[in-house]
């Protein structure tokens, strides 16, 4: 019990807290990200033992090193993870199939789950925990979490009908698919309050900043009882990380090949747990941060200059974002954890808008890392290229950013490119791609049937955070 992992905080010193404290709270206090105190090790032997692991027993191995068995008992933890990925529709949950144009390059599906994105990988497990523990102590929580269009469907999805939590899933209104809309706005569970908020001009990015300031308000976020689901809580990019593990055991022939990962990317949690499973001991050769026309991440992994511009609207919309909120914590372990430094950095961030990284700095972040920016021409020539070759391959505009961002590999070790949405959440892009009459069946899917909200609240950016404190408490106070 006493050599558990703990977690910290980004930007302040903070007294080290359980697991289930810091999957809890959400944010770290005063607007920091939990980070663990220490990350597990495998080596080349413990690899070895587990690559023949399904991928829930991959997630049981890797997840089991985070949480104190005090906390979540081993079986408990197991029928945690089994429970997670029940409704997935692959018996693989995550395949990985080749690439038609690139012997080398495989691509992993990741959007076998209910609600068709990657974000129900570490959502379902998530949901289940929080559930778990607050069932155990008898209390109730109100998750918040801003959505591009992916993350919000997943989260209603896992919270829908639980009794010890109501979710406000937040979404720019206007700026995702009506699809990935009617996966929230659809759903009739009492606990579950879809929010459409008008006038973003920086679309997600302007609601993580409202839901960040909610959470800077300690008493606020105590009154309230509010937690969040996105990858600021830690247990997302914990998931996460395990997919990695996955990938490389079943692409590489030896442990100790080596790999190159392309990742769409937008906040930075995804890429930045296959950092941590690189920081595990996986023999990642390099990850290609893969984005759009939106420069935040390639900007800082260029020049250093950790910046945000205006948002850009693109057809991969899931990743139009400026503010990769992940980023901190990458920065976190790049500066050797120097908390002073990120809560400074973070500071000017949020006043100026930009940082200039330092050498050392720039230098940690680069080792093994690539960034490629990819336009709204080439992902939607991608996506027409494959589905056109033999055999033939839909991809959704973020998988076929990834797959754009790997295009400079030389065949001299595998790729794996992340698929993360299924391509029917996305049909009028797939319409503009291929460019032909009506829609292929591989872009649509039995569970997207069009409706119309029949659960929803519209508001304005400006009356975002009153709408919520008034509504929340009208809520907790039922
Ligand atoms: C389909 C899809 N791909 C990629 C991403 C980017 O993931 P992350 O925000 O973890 O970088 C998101 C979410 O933001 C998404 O919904």
């Keep these: 019990m006493n050599d558990a992992i703990r977690f910290t905080s980004t930007r302040e010193k903070i007294d080290p807290v359980r697991f289930d404290e810091a999957v809890l709270q959400g944010f770290a206090p005063g607007g920091g990200l939990f980070v ?30 985070f949480i104190d068995p005090g906390i979540i008992p081993p079986k408990d933890l197991e029928t945690l993870v089994r429970k997670s990925f029940e409704g997935f529709g692959h018996p693989d949950i995550l395949p990985l199939v080749p690439c038609p144009t690139d012997s080398s390059i495989r691509i992993m599906e990741l959007f076998h789950g209910p609600t068709l994105s990657f974000k129900d990988i570490a959502m379902g497990f998530l949901v289940r925990v929080m559930d778990y523990l607050l069932a155990r102590e008898g209390r109730h929580l109100n998750i918040i979490l801003a ?15 639980l009794s010890t939590i109501d979710c406000w899933p937040l979404f720019p209104k206007g700026m995702i698919t009506p699809e990935q809309e009617i996966q929230m706005t659809g759903l009739t569970a009492p606990n579950i309050h879809p929010v459409g908020v008008r006038n973003c001009p920086d679309g997600g990015d302007d609601l993580d900043r409202v839901v960040l300031d909610l959470f800077r308000d300690r008493d606020l976020k105590t009154r309230l009882n509010l937690s969040s689901v996105n990858s600021i809580n830690w247990c997302r990019v914990m998931v996460q990380s395990v997919h990695y593990f996955y990938a490389y055991f079943r692409t590489c022939e030896q ?137 033939s391959y839909l991809l959704d505009p973020h998988g076929a950013v990834a797959l754009a961002g790997a295009s400079k590999e030389d065949g001299s070790m595998p790729v794996v490119c992340l698929a993360t949405a299924h391509p029917a959440k996305f049909p009028d892009i797939i319409t503009r791609a291929l460019a032909g009459p009506g829609l292929p069946p591989e872009a649509t899917h039995p569970s997207l049937v069009p409706g119309s909200d029949i659960n929803l609240d519209v508001c304005d950016l400006g009356n975002l955070e009153q709408y919520l404190i008034n509504s929340i408490g009208s809520v907790s106070g039922r």
């Design 255 to 391: 442990v100790g090949d080596p790999i190159v990962f392309s990742v769409p990317s937008g906040a930075f949690g995804n890429l930045f747990a296959g950092y941590l499973a690189r920081e595990m001991g996986l023999p990642v050769h390099r990850f290609i941060c893969s984005v759009n026309a939106n420069q935040t991440l390639n900007r800082a992994f260029t020049s250093g200059l950790f910046k945000h511009g205006d948002l850009i609207t693109t057809c991969s919309s899931a990743i139009d974002i400026v503010i990769p909120y992940n980023f901190w914590r990458f920065l976190y372990f790049a500066t050797g954890r120097d908390t002073a430094k990120i809560s400074r950095w973070m500071d000017e961030f949020r006043a100026s808008g930009q940082v200039q990284l330092d050498a050392p700095t720039r230098e940690a972040i680069t080792k093994g890392f690539q960034s490629v920016s990819v336009t709204d021409r080439l992902t939607l020539a991608t996506i027409k290229e494959l589905y056109g070759a033999g055999p």
């Design 147 to 161: 959505t591009t269009g992916d993350t919000g469907p997943a989260a209603a999805h896992a919270a829908a009908g």
């Design 36 to 65: 663990p105190d220490r990350l597990p090790q495998f080596s080349k032997a413990d690899l070895n033992q587990m690559k023949e692991l399904s991928y829930p027993d991959l997630c049981v191995a890797v997840l089991s090193n």
